[in-house]
């Protein structure tokens, strides 16, 4: 008489040992062969599943989900090819391995419908019991490494996502108390009795300001990341979008030389906030890095009828290490944003592609060219 299985513990409570090891199913019609297989494969770590029909086989695969399936080829009712074919019709058995035991050589016609049923190999017995072994174990590691790896995926899945609504719950209320600073400095800076105390007020309202910015990239970079970031599009004047953006880059930067050049007519449907980020992060961009003293040039072209194109240039050649990785999220060093997060331009790309667009960055002699483009109306 056999013993009773033996218990082991688990956060769950105390389990039979096969209860965590990998299931193989095993599939024939006589008794025998099934003890055979059972004392030959079963291990630590393994568990054979035993079942005598086509039917007892689908009911353990609707409790089981096993590593790979060894199946005769010739039983009563329902035969080990017609077993094979309804498991490759469910999703749940679909991927599962196929090995077919057969007693006769087969014939080809046989062979190929097994194949087609979703067979890797055809043994035929008796097995010798070292290939049957090889085979098994080879299918049960491959199991036991898309588990560990499902579970790795799901476990960083699940961390990004936290990491991405903590970021967002964090941008989101870090807004109120850096609303307070940069007021507070402003009030500073205009009741200062000396310049000591007004410079001092402009470098918090500056610092503060910057670090306003950071918020707004780490918020749009989680809404980005987590599929929540919608358009508004509305009926818009790019000219009129693109002076607002010179008007506060200047503000910014009063000795700043930014010449706006336009051809055709520049009314389209697009996000007016968004489309202002871009035009406020490419000029900002060309103005910090760009060569002192050299004008900033911006053309907005409207000449297509179907889409809107926007270039900004300025002074200084863009390397290509910094080429290859410019609209990468948390690029460090290289030619733009070397104050910030690295998410400026990371920003602007999806932006744009939101839009139906695409933009670029590139070096024409010795100087930088970025545009980009989107269609006027959407689609």
Known sequence: MNAAPSLIDSPAGRVPPHALATPILVVDDVEQNLIA????????????????????????????????????????????????ELMRGTERTRHVPIIFLTATHQDTARSFR???????????????ERVIRSKVEVFVELYQQRRALAARNAELQHALKLNETMTAVLTHDLRTPLSAITLSAEVLRRTAADERTAAAAGRIDSS?????????????????????????????????????????????????????????????????????????????????????????QVVLDGRDAARLKVQVRNAGALPETVQAQLFTPFRSGGNSESSGLGLGLYIVDQFIQAHGGRVTGRSEGEETVFEFSWPRQAA
């Open 114 to 128: 097994g194949y087609e049923a979703g067979a890797v190999d055809y043994l035929t017995k008796p097995v010798d």
């Open 37 to 84: 297989m059972r004392a030959l494969l079963e291990r630590p770590g393994m568990h054979v599943l035993c079942a005598g029909s086509a039917d007892a086989a689908l009911e353990l695969l609707l409790q089981h989900d096993v590593a790979l399936a060894l199946l005769d080829v010739h039983m009563p009712g329902t035969d080990g090819l017609a077993l094979a």
């Open 208 to 296: 503060a300001r910057r670090m306003a910015r950071m918020i707004e990239q780490l918020l749009d970079f989680s809404l980005i990341r987590t599929g929540v970031l919608q358009l508004r599009r509305q009926a818009g004047q790019l000219d009129a979008l693109c002076q607002q953006a010179v008007a506060e880059l200047r503000q910014a930067r009063p000795q700043a030389r930014i010449e706006v050049a336009q051809h055709g007519p520049l009314d389209g449907h697009f996000d007016s906030d968004r489309i202002m980020q871009v035009l406020v992060n490419l000029i900002g961009n060309a103005l910090q890095h760009g060569s002192a003293g050299e004008a900033v």
